[in-house]
């Protein structure tokens, strides 16, 4: 997988379990291989899956679309991937079908690389 870039993960429906998760995001040791574009859609994960990647996401400097539409993130899931765009560019971001309010629109939108984003998907959430 030292080549990989793109990954869709779309669809598991919470069979993306812990083990799972720690299999597929923390089996290359450090995070070498060229991840540019990563779905997460429709896997039910909230706070506590994004916590569990979250170091993993941070150390992509190449990724540039994520996708975690359909899942149940709330407001501090968003703070959560604001931290992300604190250190990653993200270009195109979609958050469709969550949980997510003004209160945590404002904190992706105040993050410090939420300049580079060219696509803010935030349909259907509260």
Do not use: H
Not at 48 to 66: D, G, Y
């Amino acid at each position: 997988c030292k080549m990989l870039q793109e990954l869709c993960l779309n669809g598991n429906r919470g069979c993306l379990g812990e083990e799972m998760l720690v299999a597929l995001f923390l089996a290359e040791g450090p995070y070498n291989f060229p991840l540019k574009s990563l779905d997460l859609g429709n896997n039910q994960f909230g706070t506590r899956e994004l916590t569990m990647i979250l170091p993993f996401l941070k150390s992509w400097e190449a990724l540039n679309s994520l996708s975690v539409e359909g899942n149940c993130i709330n407001n501090r899931g968003a703070q959560l991937l604001a931290e992300v765009l604190d250190t990653v560019r993200i270009r195109r971001l979609s958050l469709n079908r969550n949980q997510i309010s003004k209160e945590g629109l404002s904190c992706i939108l105040s993050s410090q690389n939420a300049r580079y984003l060219t696509s803010l998907m935030i349909s259907d959430n509260e």
